[in-house]
């Protein structure tokens, strides 16, 4: 039965027209709201211009726009003055910063055969952008600390914790040598960290085809695939920080403080080469790559690697614009992308930026024709993202009163191509996303958006032998973009958007990622042929920010809030219980032999050692029920707000109070208490590697330190925020 | 407290020690029996010679031995001189069975690039045996059609049927066409019958190295892998059947009646030429293999593909050696391996070979001393096993009211290595499995075999984050060797017993499988270095033969029976659930166009047609009652059984009767309703695509034909089955 209920929801989504959904009721306004609200939407389609569209993108990634690139300041003056010239109150906030692009890069084979690894990208035929040279960055990673060493090279798969224990069992060891691993499983930030705690003396990334190469598609230019030649660029700094007066300039430096060696970044063509040199035993089967040779771990063949790469005083250029609100000036809807790229930035992230552009034309438009939003629009042009999200962090923190005071929402592209709507970030705003999803056609089937991503599911779910249940809720954010600073240290109830195709099995890395090979040809070729998504992404955008502006009450539900932080429970609670039984029965198989007798005599492997046993997995009953209460108050909310029609603007005002206190009630002022730059209870960056995003972040963290006492704490604490939540959903009932 | 558990039981197994050992009971015997029954296994153990194993491995393979070649009559006689040395008495039993090698081969591209395959190995380095190439079949499919054929080739994947459903999804098709496809995924006969299904015209098979090539380790001579220029031989037989009167002669034509296009093997070499000439859509991701190069779909570049493999009578010889008993010499413990090859043949099988004489010369000598064994030890060298299990189902038909009458136990080797005992069969034989392994010294650990068995599958659950608990059942024998007659159609209680290395995710096939690197330099360096697993495989299989030829009591256990009935019966209802579910849910996505909705633009793919629904699970509650009686009639039994010390020889004569009763009791004289020729109803090959087994198959048959009468009969007769072993345990419970 179920698959025929699934069904019928499907059905009666893909049948829906926009035309039917023009009644269909809108959270937050009023039947006459709206029907007023659908109207202006419709109008600031009208301004959205493919013209527009395909001349900006292509202006805006005409030229190299990495930090410090000349055409990275045109972009901001050239948005800055579109902005102004629509009408926006627009202020260009430059930020000073370190930033660390390499002079020297060898990399080369000792011995016999002198074959150095190449830094550039050729140029293509077809694609005119790609023979533009001059000004482009070499493949490199950012930040690297500069040395030269020669060493033997060892292969590492990924670099990741496994594949050392891996390598241990293999009897071998990086130690004083120069590992090589694949740029796949986590984070570049990552690896050189872990293979300087193991010995290492150097690193080299690459590129593996196994994940976005010729096994995934034709290469470029053929098809959209990384080519043996396509490099990455990249930054090695995480968790950068302000100096102590809130900051002007943002002391890159300390992104990399913790890492001596250096690293460097090569294509799967140079790669080859240098697999084919190692000797030693061949790779654990999971570490065999897509290149056409038996992957061994290395040890003989030795390698000179040197790394220059002088610090430098840069400036970001922040472009801010302000469109004040008609009704509720002080409260601020925030809509940002960044605008610099490591080269040309097509898919990342200028289709995004043009969409901004779009968007800010047709609201600008509107306002001038009267139609200024309710609420303050705030659309900020971030630089420096690539180099660590300096620019939205500077902002943020420059800023912090003032979002305290106002900010209501923000909303974030970043890469965005083709196919289906993906919205992450706070589940609160589920109901604001399917409903502007239902009233939106989606260009290549004509079908409504939220008819694409329903089909999606279900699709993705009968792949899997499931059927789809329940409603589409966003996944709460990780880190990799602008929205950081927004929605994991302020608690802006925060969205991040995009278009692409990502399926489970078939996902679409976007195959130039970071490369020189992210232009203008490749976007319009293999990103979003006409642009038809850039325009349907600045709709979506329109849409979700004019909604939340001008909404008298803002569009948020809480019943998905509340299930969702019970899913976040159980899972914590699973993975404690699973890192609890595994470590204990790993140590059992070590104790007990059984590691030695169930090896394999021909891959001569050493049993693993003993792992320090997991923390038994913590009581979470009072954090149950404290989600059970924030449930039943959401239901109730949620109903209420459903039933409610059009309040008086004091009542409303009152609402609203309570709900953006519901947002920030989440925030440990001291911050999470292993990482106290984050604030947020329910989400923050995954500390695991591969983990994008980590559900209730102060326990898990506290749970990985092993630390029992504050274990218990993290959980008290984290159960008087919801408590405190839920008595704030129930207050804003009775204003309803 | 289940890791500890399942630890310290571990613990105890990798403990004991073989002295310790030397203690314990074993089934079926009394103390002062098993006592003397183990003194005799050490006497045996004395005559197996590392020299004689040695010299007769390099003797049977030193030339090709296929059925028709000089030198597989030569190993026939040479094996039934030996058995005859060793006091055995020998006949040499011939078959005439129809064999068909091509006399001609091609497969070449049409147009401007004549690129021909080639379907000869060439010598390798440091392996003398490959340089003999005279009497070698090339890479080939045997029984295959002739014709001749110029068509476009298109590339399908596995072949199977799912990959012509993504083909039609593609909007491509194979009819008048040749297909290229990969040899994994299921039998190589399954192919050429689907693509002719489909309109093909022509099959070429060819090993993708993903399977056992290069990404798996080195390749030969520098290890053990498949090279670009390793071949594949292999039979397009499937059921042969025998002629009306029971077979003097095999009519090995009926295995290829339903085929009518011609069919090549080629290597990876040769198939990464035609893959490059492949034109159309790249394929979906799940196709994609090993070579270094896009996959495509194909339709543009042609083939010219030829056979010619004229049908000639040749004689098959089987060697069939009785040793007879002391006691109940009307009681025959069986046990075989093939000794023809497709060409040298030192994995497959003629390592198996080896050990059977080892322990044919260990009980011809303890015989010989006045230790004849009780039972009856008929001990077969089975012929054509290659081209279909030719010998063996010849032999067993012959012989068919003997086997009903006498046949206690078959034993069967083939393909054979080093690492963790592997043993297939029937569940009640694990007592007997368990008991042999515990006794057993591992040659690589000085474990026993039972502590490795255990300690590799601790490993194994713990990998997929589980315990491993109860204990090992042997898994129900599907196809691929000689244990098919007596298992299925015979049901005498069987066994095929290996060793390998054979783990989840990191499977060993062999891989010079059936080409010509199959040789007894391979072996020696990477099969079974020093032969000492030849060896402790001639022990094990010496220990299960005289445990059953010399108990007073069958050393069989029902627990394990009954329990392994009641998972069948459970696997059977979810997978007729999901059957039905997800044609149910197939549908519906197809009715409400989910399909198009959710598929990715550039991969351009057309939904996928509706599926006639599977039918509903059955009522299978009447089966699970009587399976629940079975089990409390085996608990009762091995209770019992295990209590019993030393019973006077009638009443043991009268409990064995009974046992045998049981094993036969499973038999439906009429066959299979959709496969007459098996006659088991809890055991049969399995008939879907790459499944080994197939679980009560007279119900899942019925269910596959979607015959809801014939289902509802089906679980009655294997009721009717289940209830008559239980009362037949409880009748031997009494007589104990």
Known sequence: MRAVISSLVLTAAVAATTAAAQDAALAGFGPTAASAERGLEQRADASIDKADLDGWLKQLTSAPNNVGAAHNKENADFIAASLRSWGWDVKVEPVKVLVAYPTTQKLSLSGGDPYAADFTEPAVAGDPDTAKQAGVLPGMESYSPDGRVDAPLVFVNEGLARDYDDLERLGASVKGKVVLVKSSGAGRWVKPRLAQQHGAVGVVIYSDPEADGFPKGDVYPTGAWRTERTLQRGTLGIDSVLDAKGAKTLQAEHHTADLSIPVVTIGY???????????????????????????????????????????????????????????????????GVHHDAWVFGAWDPLAGTTALLAEAKALGELARAGQRPKRTLVFASWDGEELGILGSKAWAERHAGELATHAVF?????????????????????????????????????????????????????????????????????????????????????????????????????????????????????????????????????????????????????????????????????????????????NALVDNGAYGLASVAYRQLQPPARVDEALQAPDLAPLRDAQQELLAAARAYDEAA??????????????????????????????LPQRPWYRHLLQAPGRKEGEDVAPLPAIGDALDAKDTAQVKQEITLTTEATRKAAALLKTATTQL
Do not use: M
């Not at 390698?303 to 008609?326: D, F, K, M």
């Not at 970030?425 to 939106?440: E, M, R």
């Not at 789809?468 to 302020?490: C, K, M, N, W």
């Open 269 to 335: 063509g140079d790669a080859e080469h240098f697999l084919r040199a190692l000797g030693g035993k061949p790779v654990p089967l999971r570490w065999q790559g897509g290149l056409p040779l038996t992957y061994h771990v290395g040890g003989d063949a030795g390698v000179h690697l040197e790394v220059a790469s002088p610090w430098e005083w840069r400036t970001l250029y922040n472009v801010v614009a302000t469109l004040r609100g008609s009704t509720w000036p002080d409260e601020w809807v925030i809509r």
């Open 410 to 586: 923000y909303l974030n592209n970043d890469t965005t191509g083709r196919g289906f709507l993906s919205a992450g970030g706070d589940p609160s705003l589920a109901a604001l996303v399917d409903g502007v999803a239902a009233d939106l056609k989606d260009p290549e089937t004509g079908a409504t958006v939220q008819a694409r991503r329903l089909a999606k599911r279900a699709v993705d779910a009968a792949e899997k032998g499931r059927n789809a249940e329940g409603e589409i809720v966003p996944q709460r954010l990780g880190t990799g973009s602008d929205y950081l600073p927004f929605a994991h240290r302020f608690g802006v109830p925060s969205l991040h958007v995009r278009y692409g195709y990502d399926r489970d099995g078939d996902e679409e890395s976007v195959p130039v990622y970071h490369s020189l090979y992210d232009t203008y040809t490749h976007y319009q070729r293999f990103g979003d042929p006409g642009l038809a998504y850039v325009g349907l992404l600045a709709k979506t955008n329109a849409r979700l920010v004019l909604r939340t502006a001008n909404a008298d009450v803002l569009p948020w539900r809480y019943t998905s809030f509340a299930t969702s932080l019970g899913k976040d429970i159980d899972r914590l609670q699973a993975s404690a219980d699973a890192a609890h039984r595994e470590s204990q029965r790993h």
């Open 642 to 671: 459903g039933a409610a029609s059009e309040l008086p603007a004091a009542k409303a005002a009152k609402v609203n109070a309570t709900l953006r206190a519901f947002a920030t009630a989440w925030l440990q002022p001291a911050g």
